[in-house]
């Protein structure tokens, strides 16, 4: 293979991870949106309505970065939304408001699987068993990007939906390969 082909191979893989990096910031601007309307997941209700509010603003700029080989728009913001609610508001029901850093590195995992699982269950019909992954991973995700984000100081006490960018770029980085399983599979 000559060296200007695997360069046209490498350009659609580049271009489909650079569509995916901005998705960070959905992140954080997610979770100021919920603090902002609901104030610091401190119920479950609070939980509720912040992870929904989160979870849709961090489906919308997936589903930006994803097509057009990923899932339509609807399912896939309404299941990132949906999932991450319903995560967020177990994972308070159960432990609370987290203020430590194990607590927080727990909402991580249990976010991260629950976010993880509903878009698996979008992305089943695409990658079949392989979408079941996607939750291991996003929960290790998850739990990394709560740990960086304690790290940097973030007061853990203000009871934000998600963590900041810090921990946004862990997750980035940690989930880019969707984006290429999804691109590869619908070249198939």
Known sequence: ?????????T???VHTLLRWVPTFVAFPVGGLAAHLLV??????????????????????????????????AGRWVSACGLGFAAALALVTAVAGPPTTVGAVVVQGAVCGLGLGAAQAGVLFRRLGARALFWPVLLACAWALGWTVTAAVGVRLEDGWTVFGSSG???????????PLVLRRSASS
């Open 1 to 9: 293979m000559s060296v200007s082909h695997q360069l046209t191979d």
């Open 11 to 13: 350009r659609p893989s």
């Open 168 to 178: 946004a770029v862990v997750v980035t980085v940690m989930s880019a390969a969707l």
């Open 39 to 72: 104030g610091p997941v401190d119920t479950v209700l609070s939980a509720a309505v912040g992870g929904l509010v989160t979870g849709l603003a961090i489906g919308a700029a997936q589903w930006w970065a994803l097509r057009p080989a990923g899932p339509t």
